[in-house]
């Protein structure tokens, strides 16, 4: 089955630097998302992606955060001065078409740890 | 309203029984309801997942019963084995949105 990949599987970093997480979404897929869930609480909602903007966002999703998608191929979310509270495990998530009942398949995730 | 309460937080079943994680959810416009596996160190994976125009969705051991009046759906888990001890999500979604809201995850330790 085709996978998400993300890079790296560990980050670590000191508050208030900036962060880039890369994901490489599967191939023909055109929807794309960041979800993290903070040590074990559940999984929440960044950002959606189609078409080069942002389609949907939480609350969440503040000025610190942003997304890109720099080629064809990667797909990134950046924290521009990370916070303690950042501290999470951050999944990349891609689907084929955008509607509610799409199969959203997830990456392995990165561990961002904040200290 | 925008909560999908999940229960129970933890479960053990001995090997053959049967596993039930139940969820609940207040916002009546959710109309997708998917449940994800995640093993440690991976990412969720969609199991199964219902809409509300059916009672009931069967995929092999796995099945989801859906109360659309009581505004709550379940996992049951047949003939539970070790392989299935995982992290177990529910979530829901509605047309027009791109998120999922998930609850709050049940630990399954299904012992040999």
């Known amino acids: 089955e085709p996978e998400v990949t993300q890079t790296p599987s560990h980050q670590v970093t000191q508050m208030g630097q900036e962060v880039i997480l890369r994901c490489v979404p599967i191939?023909?897929?055109?929807?794309f998302y960041w979800y993290r869930q903070i040590l074990g609480q559940k999984v929440e909602f960044l950002v959606s992606?189609?078409?080069?903007?942002?389609?949907?966002k939480s609350e969440i999703f503040d000025d610190q955060f942003s997304v890109e998608r720099p080629d064809g191929s990667n797909f990134t979310l950046k924290i521009r001065s990370t916070k303690l509270e950042d501290s999470a495990m951050y999944f990349c998530?891609?689907?084929?078409?955008?509607?509610?009942?799409?199969?959203?398949?997830f990456g392995s995730g990165t561990q961002l740890s904040v200290l | 309203q925008q909560q999908v309460k999940q229960s129970p937080q933890s479960l053990i079943v001995q090997k053959g029984g049967i596993s039930i994680i139940n969820c609940a959810y207040e916002?009546?416009?959710?109309?997708?309801f998917p449940w994800y596996q995640q093993f440690p160190g991976k990412g969720p994976a969609l199991l199964i997942a219902?809409?509300?125009?059916?009672s009931e969705k069967k995929e092999g051991r796995f099945t989801i019963s859906f109360n659309k009046s009581a505004k709550q759906f379940s996992l049951h888990i047949m003939d539970s084995q070790p392989g299935d001890s995982a992290t177990y999500f529910c979530?829901?979604?509605?047309?027009?949105?791109?998120?999922?809201?998930f609850g709050t995850g049940t630990r399954l330790k299904v012992l040999a």
């Open positions: 191939s023909n897929h055109l929807y």
């Open positions: 219902i809409r509300p125009d059916v």
């Open positions: 998530a891609s689907s084929l078409g955008g509607t509610a009942n799409e199969k959203l398949f």
């Open positions: 992606f189609y078409n080069n903007e942002i389609s949907e």
């Open positions: 979530a829901a979604s509605k047309a027009g949105t791109y998120k999922y809201i």
């Open positions: 916002n009546t416009a959710f109309d997708y």
